[in-house]
């Protein structure tokens, strides 16, 4: 089973600067990773598919990349509504399996 | 305008049951895979099950396998999770998500949850 490691637990950050955001996987999971952004109270919000696709909406300061085992979510510029909590996520159909990473929360 | 809407959440003893409905609309919902994911609350995501688009195929965690059932019905726009069974531990919010493409990795579009609460 794929273990997903994300670091750091928490981020503490300002507005304006750049946050650098890491997901590694315990065996390569080729592209099969996304990215999403939990604000308190509301459900999670798809930043990126197969890891540096951008979802629809999403602004252009958020990055993603990766491939094999370790995967980056880079926002280059913090605005105040992105402090929230980041999960990356792997899904596969065959062999079935989605598993998500702990998290990482950007606090202010 | 995609909407998922969750319901059927509520108190239940340990040992009993509970279903989950959600009801999708604005997009064709018999062309999406569909996907349960649930929180417990103040913690981390888990997938909890998914269905293929006409419900021939399923797959879940092992933390429910067996106790839980996904399902869905084309007809009536509407994804379902049987749980039975039901522990403390079980306890969570439950979303349901619409696979963006079942060849790719994503959930494009998630409900607003349904809290499930397994207590005494």
């Known amino acids: 089973e794929i273990v997903l490691t994300q670091s750091p637990a928490i981020l503490s950050l300002s507005p304006g600067e750049r946050a650098t955001l890491s997901c590694r996987a315990s065996q390569s999971v080729g592209s099969y990773i996304a990215w999403y952004q939990q604000k308190p109270g509301q459900a999670p919000r798809l930043l990126f598919y197969d890891s540096s696709n951008r979802a629809s909406g999403i602004p252009g300061r958020f990055s993603g990349s990766g491939s094999g085992t370790d995967f980056t979510l880079t926002i280059s510029s913090l605005e105040p509504e992105d402090f929230a909590v980041y999960y990356c996520?792997?899904?596969?159909?065959?062999?079935?399996?989605?598993?998500f990473g702990q998290g990482t929360k950007l606090d202010i | 305008e995609v909407q998922l809407v969750e319901s059927g959440g509520g108190l239940v003893q340990p040992g009993g049951s509970l279903r989950l409905s959600c009801a999708a609309s604005?997009?064709?919902?018999?062309?999406?895979?569909m996907d349960w994911v649930r929180q417990v609350p103040g913690k981390g995501l888990e997938w909890v099950s998914r269905?293929?688009?006409?419900?021939?195929?399923?797959s879940y965690a092992d933390s429910v396998k067996g106790r839980f059932t996904i399902s869905r019905d084309n007809a009536k726009n509407t994804l379902y999770l049987q749980m039975n069974s039901l522990r403390a531990e079980d306890t969570a919010t439950y979303y349901c998500?619409?696979?963006?493409?079942?060849?790719?990795?994503?959930?494009?579009?998630w409900g607003q949850g349904a809290l499930v609460t397994v207590s005494s």
């Open positions: 998500a619409r696979d963006k493409n079942p060849s790719v990795a994503g959930f494009d579009y």
């Open positions: 269905i293929n688009s006409d419900g021939s195929s399923t």
């Open positions: 996520q792997y899904h596969n159909n065959w062999p079935p399996q989605s598993t």
């Open positions: 604005g997009f064709t919902f018999n062309s999406f895979w």
